[in-house]
Nanobody, 126 residues
């Protein structure tokens, strides 16, 4: 079992920045591919960003490329999402995800992801 606890959500104006953090406990953190997904009201959960086991590979959804950065610190069992130049359409619940399979996270197969955090709400006002 892995427990994922996110922090850092909140309300921000368009153009602003937020940093989300996700702390993991349980099994060996470095054995998991980590990702951030988001879900807006009435929409499906979609991949925002993913990072490989040792942080050497990163993947981003088209809508956030150049604005968001995912990183991880295996010594701290944590993954982060730095969000810059936020837009109202970025408003959603953001979920931290963990899975041992790279493909599951990278293709955004939310139905197959092994572990989820509870998800902080990020609201971007115009």
């Amino acid at each position: 079992q892995v427990q994922l606890v996110e922090s850092g959500g909140g309300l921000v104006q368009a153009g602003g920045s937020l940093r989300l953090s996700c702390a993991a406990s349980g099994r060996t953190f470095s054995s998991f591919v980590m990702g951030w997904f988001r879900q807006a009201p009435g929409k499906e959960r979609q991949l925002v960003a993913a990072i490989g086991w040792n942080g050497d590979r990163t993947y981003y959804g088209d809508s956030v490329k150049g604005r968001f950065t995912i990183s991880r610190d295996n010594a701290k069992n944590s993954v982060y999402l730095q969000m810059n130049s936020l837009k109202p359409e970025d408003t959603a619940v953001y979920y931290c995800a963990a899975d041992s399979r790279l493909r599951t996270i990278v293709i955004g197969d939310a139905s197959s992801v092994d572990y989820w955090g509870k998800g902080p709400l990020v609201t971007v006002s115009s």
